[in-house]
């Protein structure tokens, strides 16, 4: 049991914005001529059910309005008695949507009163200004949910929308829980804020950071750590009093590598039955990322932390937010994600806690600095009282990445002069991709040779989800996709294959873009040792390569290396390959642009607290900001800087 | 739910010294004749449940022997089908006890076979190496419990004894709860001592320190806020995820000061169901204190936090220990007391934990200096890692005790010698008894003329709980009381009186000692209206003086104060008595004190965390021993100085 101050101080109850307001609210606003059967609370959002949507036609202004004072998010959905059955529905879409559209998929949720509609090319589905989805709506009755079916076919998005409309009772079940429990009654006059390292403080991996309030309690983040197989330094400091299953309000995913989400299914084996709030792309990506993960430990015979019925319970308590979409996760909390600029979907986590009490930014990964495959991170949010923030290069400055493609496009060109082939081992998530951009423009160009590039790997299934939210890619990208129906992705450029290929590594000169990125796995090893004899071929590494892996062995310079074959033999392998290190393309934030962020960060925060670094990387940030001057210039002189190690809690209010 | 990673790391468990070793030694270590029937885990005592406790005669060493291997406290008990009959039982002691041991009591505990012997001279009960107590058992067996009879009768320790002994049922079943509980299996691998402070960080007042590791928490004092009269800062954060009451092993007190023990019946009102652990003289007048608090509560009109029926439960969840006693109170943690100086019973707490993994001292308030009536507080540890210190003087120097001494000495001389009265108005814990020691030595030594010495209030019933534990106290006090059979607390210089008298206040000159200290009740107050217009009285101040009370505003002088009457009307009251304020006689360690601590303790700590002081004193003590010459002088140059928040969170180890 825990204590509650209630019989001694308490007075009155406050009811702020409680569900019964809330519902007095747009019983008042909304014309009496909706005919409002019900109202849910469906997650964060307030579902209104109404016998005549009709009335929206003249009246969206009011139900804005009504949204806007109290703050939450209010959608219009048709009672299920006046909805048109499927048959006819899938008529009326298939009437009312342009050819174009290229309508491959349409779902019926009939809990939730929702259509799912998957198109090539929703802009087409929604019509200018939102006209032929409101049509559908008016028509059919039935409230139109629009994704993109991905040029790149992506077994993952489609069997993750497979299994959450194939459980749609569920899910309507638990969203009304969810949307219960965020809207409950507000019972402690006391207020404070408190933050908790449960990993990736002092270190790199397994992150966790505990948000409480007296009302909620919110995590941040539930990674593994990579660099470690087995033991519980592998996993955040999740088994403490302070975090109960049950109490917890929301898991926060700021992005899909394994060091952020690799541990999310293991509250859910433990009991956790809450909500995790994703933005849409990092869903499909972390799944796969975590099925990737049960992969690897199955084939390397370690235990499995939790097993993919753990990763399907997940996904069905995943609500995906938008940047920018200001989300109720519980009665004092507040989330908004903004774009971190690390990998597709990433992002920057902005609590809002206890109206206006206090503010916390957790940066998760990020870039402060444009990328080929997505814009610079976000620096300006409404508030910030206190700030989260990685600091894996805090001691470093990485090549630029002009002079970085301009490397690299000379390797590729020296190699395939001389007959070679280039090997680019590459992470499943975000270097893959960017690779691909820099060789496609630089193909297109003319910069180098047009020779084959072959893609392979786990990071091809990731690019085909990339494919499928071109909207969460750089401007460039993003535009030449939908405005120019050029998609750098799917350019002729690439072939796509299944493993490794023997004819590939035997043949021509060509480029190899293939997982894993520190050539401890999947089919780079492969090639690897293909290649590796020959001194006409090159490897570049474009990516970390973590102490004991093969990919740091090869890096550092060694001649020869033994690999442990399939069949379990020792193999010797010569490196007279030319080697080569990249660091210009990292997803993370150098020295220079860390401290560019703090001096652009509007506005400044009261405390900034540094985790995702080793020790050495956090003690050396630190003594730069902390000089005087340099704080000055930072505009953070009135800042407090700490440095916590994990299961330290800081009280920030 | 909580996270137990037990699943997934944890191969082989680890039954240091469980229960089942423990009953295995114990059962092959004592000889076959003793015919033990049965062990019980009695609290953190082993009871050892003989049928022959003759064997003890010739095998004590053997006993002693295995409870020092196995590190637990093992006692020796009668079955219950041998024990000699009640009456039987009492004309034996009667017969083998002298007569001049003054037994004024015998009760009998039947469900833990003991017998409380209630003695004037409970060194006689004992005898000669305890001679007598042995005999005692081995003739009636019983195992004898010895308690002295105070020379001042007082209602709260005779009340206390009489309540335990009127619930010996519950009492022995919760012993055994508690004991299952202490030796319960250590099921973590990881390890960790985290500390949260909960109250009495950055500021005096509401004392509670959370203690926790993998396996067990333990809270140090629980304190009120005695400046604050309601509202949530008056208590400790208590109300937080991470303390649930039904996890908590354990409750230390390390004194009976309400802002370190005044809510400690509240955890019992809200469900806490586990041991309260205090030295024997801490039980008795924290019992009186919390009663208090109920009392002038209900005086006031203000809500009461919890009810004399908790302060009831509390002593029966009491389980008293004396100085340097080892003691387990969780599987993996011992706590030991040691004299800390600054009232009867006061403790420094040392927390063993983990066998060797950490050592935590945390001191409560302390005295680093000899006063009359206690010795100086302990600096000498077995081991220390992380030292918690109050800081209450760390800005101030007080005026040595010997200058004090002189000034109190020469206010009595002159106000005496003009024919005045003069009022010492006195906390009831600590600074009344001091002031009798100072009193009665200077007048026994002619220093001060013989007039009667007038003493009244709650205090003088925490005196007769001093006399119920000469041990206690000062080297000298309790030499003089126990081989010189002089009692200073009932020298014939003290005159005992109810509550306020009209005829001493108008009376011939005298010296008057009175709560409360603060003058904000008690007969202090009544003496002080009828004294203060008279210019021949003096009033002597020795403790602190609140903000906003009446004490304060007489000692920064006020030459007119106004007095709500008990009929509610207002009073004016004209100062013309002579005011003085000495500081010298403090139960805490000034700034000084508190340097000496730090550079005699052995051995030095890695981590010390300032607590219990006011943040501008913890400031300016902090800044002192930061200082690289201070650091190196008092020789802590590698200790981590901490100083936090409450809600903060330190992970020691």
Redesign the interface.
């Known amino acids: 049991?825990?204590?509650?101050?209630v019989d001694?101080?308490f007075s009155v109850s406050v009811v702020s914005n409680s569900r019964l307001t809330i519902i007095q609210s747009i019983y008042t606003g909304i014309p009496r001529d909706a005919q409002i059967t019900r109202i849910e609370f469906e997650g964060p959002e307030i579902a209104v059910y109404v016998k005549n949507p009709s009335f929206i036609s003249g009246n969206m202004d009011v139900v804005k309005k009504i949204a806007k004072e109290i703050k939450k998010r209010i959608v219009i959905k048709a009672d299920s008695s006046i909805r048109k059955d499927e048959k006819e529905t899938t008529e009326i879409i298939k009437n009312i949507v342009p050819q174009e559209a290229g309508v491959t998929d349409i779902k019926f949720d009939e809990d939730l009163g929702e259509v799912l509609i998957k198109a090539k090319r929703p802009g087409l589905v929604i019509g200018k200004g939102g006209t032929i989805q409101q049509r559908i709506f008016l028509e059919t009755f039935w409230r139109p949910v629009i994704v993109r079916e991905p040029p790149i076919k992506s077994k993952t998005v489609e069997s993750i929308i497979t299994h959450i409309y194939n459980e749609t009772e569920y899910r309507s079940k638990i969203l009304k829980t969810f949307g219960e429990r965020i809207h409950r009654e507000v019972i402690?006059?006391?207020k404070?804020v408190?933050i908790?390292a449960l990993g990736a403080f002092q270190e790199i991996g397994r992150s966790a950071v505990l948000v409480?309030t007296?009302e909620s309690?919110v995590l941040l983040d539930t990674g593994v750590n990579p660099s470690v197989s087995?033991?519980?330094r592998m996993?955040p400091k999740?088994?403490?009093?302070?975090?109960?299953?049950?109490?917890l309000d929301a898991v926060v995913v700021t992005h899909a590598h394994l060091d952020h989400c690799g541990m999310v299914p293991y509250?859910f084996k433990?009991?956790y039955e809450g909500p995790v709030y994703v933005t849409p792309p990092t869903r499909d990506v972390m799944a796969l990322m975590q099925l990737d993960l049960l992969d690897v430990a199955e084939k390397e015979g370690r235990?499995l932390?939790y097993s993919a019925k753990e990763v399907r319970k997940e996904l069905l308590h995943t609500i995906t937010l938008d940047y920018e979409e200001v989300t109720d996760i519980a009665p004092d909390i507040r989330l908004t994600f903004y774009n971190a600029g690390h990998i597709l979907g990433s992002a920057m986590a902005h609590l809002h806690i206890g109206d206006g009490l206090h503010n916390v930014v957790y940066t998760g990964d990020f870039k402060y600095a444009r990328t080929r495959l997505l814009d610079r991170a976000t620096s300006e949010f409404p508030k910030v009282d206190t700030l989260i923030m990685e600091t894996t290069y805090g001691a470093q400055v990485q090549t630029s990445r002009e002079e970085s493609e301009e490397e690299l496009v000379r390797v590729i060109q020296n190699t395939i002069n001389r007959g070679g082939k280039v090997l680019i081992p590459v992470l499943a998530v975000g270097r893959g991709q960017e690779m691909m951009l820099v060789i496609n423009d630089a193909m297109k160009n003319k910069k180098i040779p047009e020779v084959p590039v072959y893609v392979t790997g786990l990071f091809d299934e990731v690019t085909a989800i990339h494919t499928a939210y071109p909207e969460w890619l750089s401007r460039e990208v993003r535009d030449s996709i939908l405005y120019k129906d050029e998609n750098p992705f799917v350019s002729d450029v690439f072939k796509r294959i299944e493993g490794y290929r023997e004819d590939i590594a035997q043949g021509e000169p060509s480029i190899i873009l293939a997982t894993s990125g520190m050539l401890n796995g999947g089919p780079a090893v492969e090639f690897f040792k293909a290649l590796a004899p020959d001194p006409r071929n090159s490897i570049v590494f474009v990516s970390y390569q973590a102490e004991g892996t093969l990919g740091r062995k090869v890096r550092d310079g060694a001649s020869e290396v033994q690999v442990i074959n399939r069949d379990g033999r020792v193999e010797n392998i010569t490196i007279r390959m030319e080697k080569y290190a990249i660091d210009g393309f990292s997803g993370h934030s150098d020295r220079r642009q860390l401290l560019n962020f703090l001096r652009d960060l509007t506005p400044k925060p009261k405390n900034i607290v540094l985790n995702h670094g080793e020790a050495s990387s956090i003690r050396a940030f630190m003594r730069i900001i902390e000089n005087p001057r340099e704080k000055e210039r930072l505009g953070i002189k009135n800042s407090n800087i700490y440095a916590p190690?994990?299961?330290?809690?800081?009280?920030v209010t």
Do not use: A, N
């Open positions: 049991m825990r204590i509650v101050f001694l101080y402690y006059k006391d404070y408190r908790t409480e007296q309690r087995f033991g519980e996993y999740l088994d403490i009093d302070q975090l109960r299953l049950d109490d509250l433990y009991g235990p932390p190690s994990i299961l330290d809690s800081l009280r």
